[in-house]
């Protein structure tokens, strides 16, 4: 049989290069990719399922609709394209286009997603979100410091001889690098552990500091306070490359180790053993998370941690950097700059950016003028994964009508009027970039969609003809056949001579300059030219000061809202080895892995309550609750407890029905571990 070429487009660091074997029209075997020298080890357990995922009896094959009764019936393709386009005509006229939001997350990469936002443009104007669920304030932290997002490419690891996995669990989301941790770890490097669990990762680590989350930046600018006063800074290093040292070094002048434990509750020996790591180890790296982000202060804590590798001349050398975001492969957008999609960046009258994904559902409910009325939803999962699940369901249920594209029944979809059944990546061919590696490769197409399923090009091209758009017959704007698809790829590659459709359907191609180790001029597109500790920008464009700074999390047990007394324990709701967010735990491989939803709380606060392991207990604050089952986990700091996010409300434990709606310092992020709740036991009589 022969082996094809493909590439998992999920939003997932190692974005793996991979081969599908296929035989009388069926997929039967996904393996690694021969060409890759980021993935060599092979797809995860998710990469595998998608035998499962492709074929599985819950996919959905037809267009449905809902019932009176609350159910879903099937309808023909013509019939649901009539009813949708009978709407979006009507409401273009009255109250307008800009009532129909138009929604996407981050289920799939690659360059065919822009064709939906074409059509939305064509169709008149609609109203979409700015911001992101995942990664924003760190971009931005990043952007502000070094000028932009890339870093040294993922073998570079191995040469490292300090790793600080900081707010990053790499064992579960990133498991390629584990690898070249190995590697690092084995030619006598040091790994060093942030994180308020112990996770998988911290297995090899000679340090685990557990902070108190949304803690970290002061305990990074404690470190900065040590390496200032010790002499560990690179201080030829600074002179040449780094603007705002001076003020810096003054404002963390009495940032001592002392004052950083009080608030973090990190040791002082072990904020010591942190800073004489950076102090004598080199050359080194730090990995920093994207959980780690995901707090209101966050883009100042990443601004301070940044400051470390700065103040060490650990930037633009092998095995030294800042491993956050690589978007040496990200040629076609301008995702390297988080703010370019903001309102005052594109005023063009048509798209009405105004929904921050982060505050979705009151966003939604707060439009005037015109007021939303129709929703459409694709690659995305907004009532599960989005801030505030309650208000996400009411921002939807208060509309007319809802579409949603999607492959499953998901909970998003169970809320829609039609629900339209999605391709797979192997139903449509596409090229994708990563944001760990700087590969580009090509998502083929090597199966025909099941059933009547419709790849959203074709969706749009049907809408376009029923809404008389004299583009709709143009397979240009909406390439539908595969040598339309090809042709539209071809021409987004036209610009870059060495990489072509032929080349990338042999395997993964290395974005055009993509280098090894970046930054290695010692050039930073910053306004200065150099690393920024102090930033103009910083502080005009996100009124924060200037040089990076501590400031408390909003839901810290020290502020009196919400009162500590009632919701004493942090929540934290990071990613999980065997689904991505939403995606996979629906499939048996994976239930067999993990059954059901757990929340893991100390033994010391499981006993003060009462809750032994394996009891049903409660996870509640002022905004919901929900019930699943204890696990006692003593290598999780006392105080936080943990659900992993991605679980269904139908499983009975979507985190975000416990978060706030609200938005991180820099980046229109999300604060998703702003969170605080109580838990007690429920019984089970
Ligand atoms: N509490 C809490 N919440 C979080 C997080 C957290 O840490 N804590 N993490 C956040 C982060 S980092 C992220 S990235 C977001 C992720 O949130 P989302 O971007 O909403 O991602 P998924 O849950 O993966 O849902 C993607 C959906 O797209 C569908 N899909 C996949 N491929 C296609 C396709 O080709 N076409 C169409 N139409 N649909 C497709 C999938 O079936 C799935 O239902 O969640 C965020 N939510
Ligand atoms: N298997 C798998 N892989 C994935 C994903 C997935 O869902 N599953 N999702 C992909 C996506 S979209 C993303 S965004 C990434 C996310 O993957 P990571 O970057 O690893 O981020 P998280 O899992 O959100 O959080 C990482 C760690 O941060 C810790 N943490 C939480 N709060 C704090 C804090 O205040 N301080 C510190 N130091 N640590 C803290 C959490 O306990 C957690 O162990 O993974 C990608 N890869
Ligand atoms: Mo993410």
């Not at 904020?271 to 982000?293: D, M, N, Y």
């Not at 996400?392 to 809802?402: C, E, M, Q």
């Not at 590659?493 to 290395?510: D, I, K, S």
């Not at 690393?531 to 910083?538: D, G, T």
């Amino acid at each position: 049989m022969p082996l094809l070429t493909t590439a998992c487009p999920r939003n997932c660091y190692s974005t793996c290069a991979l081969t599908v074997q296929v035989e009388d029209g069926r997929i039967r075997r996904i393996d690694t990719h021969p060409q890759t020298r980021a993935t060599p080890g092979g797809p995860c357990l998710k990469g595998l399922s998608y035998v499962e995922r492709v074929y599985s009896s819950d996919r959905l094959l037809h267009p449905l609709r809902r019932t009176r009764g609350g159910g879903f019936e099937r309808v023909s393709w013509d019939s649901a394209l009539d009813a949708i386009a009978g709407t979006l005509a009507a409401v273009r006229r009255e109250p307008g286009p800009q009532s129909v939001l138009y929604y996407c997350a981050s289920g799939t990469k690659g360059l065919m997603n822009r064709v939906s936002e074409r059509f939305w443009r064509l169709y008149g104007g609609y109203t979409g979100t700015y911001g992101d669920l995942c990664w924003p304030s760190g971009l931005e932290a990043t952007r502000l410091t070094l000028g932009d997002n890339k870093h040294n490419a993922p073998w570079d690891l191995a040469n490292a001889r300090l790793v600080v996995l900081w707010g990053k669990n790499a064992a579960e989301t990133n498991i390629h690098q584990q690898a070249f941790i190995d590697q690092a770890l084995d030619a006598g490097g040091t790994l060093i552990v942030i994180d308020p669990r112990r996770t998988q990762s911290a297995e090899r680590a000679s340090l685990l500091i557990q902070p108190r989350p949304g803690t970290d930046g002061a305990v990074a600018l404690a470190v900065a306070h040590l390496l200032i006063e010790h002499g560990g800074v690179d201080r030829a290093f600074v002179a040449r490359h780094v603007l705002g040292f001076d003020a810096f070094a003054a404002s963390v002048a009495d940032f001592t180790p002392e004052r950083a434990a009080g608030i973090s509750d990190v040791p002082v020996s072990a904020i010591h053993r942190l800073a004489e790591a950076f102090a004598a180890v080199r050359p080194a790296t730090i990995s920093a998370g994207f959980g780690l982000q995901h707090f209101a202060n966050s883009g100042q804590t990443m601004r301070a941690i940044l400051a470390l590798l700065a103040i060490t001349g650990n930037v633009g050398r092998p095995g030294a950097g800042w491993v956050y975001a690589n978007l040496q492969s990200h040629v076609f957008d301008d995702v390297r700059d988080p703010v370019a999609s903001f309102p005052p960046a594109v005023p063009d009258g048509v798209a009405r950016v105004a929904v921050s994904m982060a505050r979705l559902g009151p966003d939604m409910l707060a439009l005037a003028d015109p007021p939303l009325r129709v929703a459409w939803v694709e690659r995305g999962n907004p009532i599960p994964q989005n801030p505030q699940t309650p208000t996400v369901v009411a921002a939807f249920r208060a509309l007319d009508f809802r579409v949603v594209v999607d492959q499953f029944l998901t909970d998003t979809a169970r809320e829609a009027d039609l629900v339209l059944p999605a391709k797979t990546m192997f139903e449509q061919s596409d090229v994708i970039g990563a944001y760990w590696h700087a590969y580009l490769q090509l998502k083929q197409k090597v199966i025909d969609p099941p059933g009547e399923v419709k790849a959203e090009s074709e969706i749009y091209r049907l809408l376009a003809r029923r809404l008389g758009m004299p583009e709709a017959g143009n397979g240009t704007v909406f390439p539908v056949s595969e040598a339309e698809v090809d042709a539209y790829l071809e021409r987004a590659l036209a610009p870059f001579p060495g990489v072509t459709l032929a080349r990338l359907r042999a395997g993964p191609v290395a974005a055009p300059g993509a280098q090894n180790v970046a930054f290695e001029d010692l050039v930073f597109p910053t306004p200065s030219g150099r690393i920024e500790l102090e930033s103009r920008e910083a502080a005009t464009r996100w009124g924060v000061a200037a040089v990076p700074d501590y400031v408390e999390p909003l839901e810290s047990v020290r502020r009196a809202d919400p009162d500590p007394a009632a919701y004493p324990l942090y929540l934290l709701t990071p990613n999980t080895k065997n689904r991505i967010h939403s995606q996979f735990g629906n499939l048996r491989m994976i239930r067999q892995f993990d059954d059901r939803p757990r929340v893991a709380i100390h033994p010391d606060d499981a006993r003060a309550r009462g809750i032994r392991d394996g009891a049903r207990v409660r996870v509640f604050n002022a905004r919901g609750a929900i019930v699943i089952e204890a696990r006692l986990d003593n290598g999780l700091k006392a105080g936080c407890v943990a659900v992993t996010n991605g679980w269904w409300l139908t499983d009975g434990a979507a985190v975000n029905v416990l978060s706030a709606a609200r938005e991180t310092d820099m980046g229109y992020g999300a604060a998703f571990h702003e969170n605080r709740v109580q838990v007690e036991a429920v019984s089970t009589e």
